[in-house]
């Protein structure tokens, strides 16, 4: 890890990652939002805004990670590309299934608190087979919730990574290194917040959180800090501990995977996201909050292995 703050590096790097991301974010916006984005093809459910945000924005930090390296002529060591599985797969595990226990956590605290809300019966899950009409024929509500938090757990962690790693190999694999001079604890924080607000046009645009909230977008837009905040500290966690970007990848893909399985569970099958049982609301991000402030409060959660 660097000994001093590279401000150079990170100013180029961070100009990059927004310039880049936002540039699409105002494509976006200009052609209908995230809502009224057209489709690429003509009845197809793959709108402009799905491709550019999964393509370009959530690819910006990789894309800044290359350009910056390749105008400043850093090189290409310690890229945190090497798995270092022998010294790191405790990491790759936490990776792994961590954010499925921190986020099911959360959406029971949210349930214990709004029990109203919760359904046991499946029912909203009934009704979205019924609407499948033949093609859910054989399948019951509970065959159906279990099938689909096996693959949540199992398969999405591996499919999600292929758009997370633009992300990851961008904040946790350049800017985290970066930013190491200033102490693990203020390293991580500021990358939190620095991810947050890179997320803000979209945010704006009803990502994650909607356009039909008190506040809106101002709410949404601090709420999606505080998240970054509490992911990016457990996502910095398994980066430094195991030596390698790839613990990230596949926790930033774990948490998208799991994120929405609790709505299975719900009456209306919605939620509020600013509330739970979402990962993104208040309560739904409680177990995160804990185990972020535990990484935290420990003497060696946030130094790099070698120096452990």
């Not at 087979?129 to 999405?156: E, H, K, M, N, R």
């Not at 620095?194 to 601090?222: C, K, Q, T």
């Not at 998208?256 to 009456?267: D, E, K, Y």
Request: aromatic share 12%; charged share 10%.
């Amino acid at each position: 890890m660097p000994l001093t703050l590279d401000k150079k590096r990170i100013y180029i790097f961070l100009a990059f990652a927004f310039g880049i991301a936002w540039a699409a974010g105002l494509v976006i916006a200009l052609t209908g939002g995230i809502a009224g984005s057209p489709s690429i093809v003509p009845g197809s459910p793959y709108t402009l805004a799905l491709v550019l945000m999964a393509v370009v924005y959530m690819g910006a930090p990789a894309i800044a990670n290359v350009l910056t390296r390749l105008i400043t002529r850093e090189g290409w060591q310690n890229v945190g590309l090497r798995p270092k599985l022998r010294r790191g797969w405790p990491f790759w595990l936490a990776a792994w299934f961590l954010p499925a226990v921190f986020t099911l956590l959360g959406g029971a605290v949210y349930f214990l608190i709004f029990p109203q809300d919760f359904d046991p019966k499946f029912t909203y899950v009934q009704q979205l087979l019924d609407q499948s009409g033949p093609a859910a024929a054989g399948f019951s509500p509970s065959l159906f919730v279990l099938i689909q938090t096996v693959q949540a757990v199992l398969i999405s962690p591996l499919l999600n990574g292929l758009f997370t790693f633009g992300e990851e190999f961008g904040w946790r694999a350049y800017l985290l290194p970066k930013l190491m001079p200033l102490g693990g604890r203020r390293a991580v924080l500021l990358s939190g917040v620095i991810w947050g607000v890179w997320h803000w046009p979209v945010i704006a645009m009803g990502h994650n959180y909607g356009l039909d909230y008190p506040g809106f977008p101002w709410l949404g837009m601090g709420m999606m800090v505080v998240m970054c905040i509490g992911l990016g500290i457990f996502l910095s966690w398994v980066t430094l501990r195991s030596g390698s970007v790839w613990p990230a990848v596949i926790g930033h893909a774990a948490i998208n995977g799991i994120s929405a399985l609790a709505i299975l569970v719900t009456v209306t099958g919605a939620g509020n996201p600013l509330v739970g049982p979402y990962p993104t609301g208040v309560l739904g991000m409680t177990a995160w909050v804990v185990a972020s402030l535990l990484i935290l409060a420990s003497r060696t959660g946030l130094k790099p292995t070698e120096e452990a």
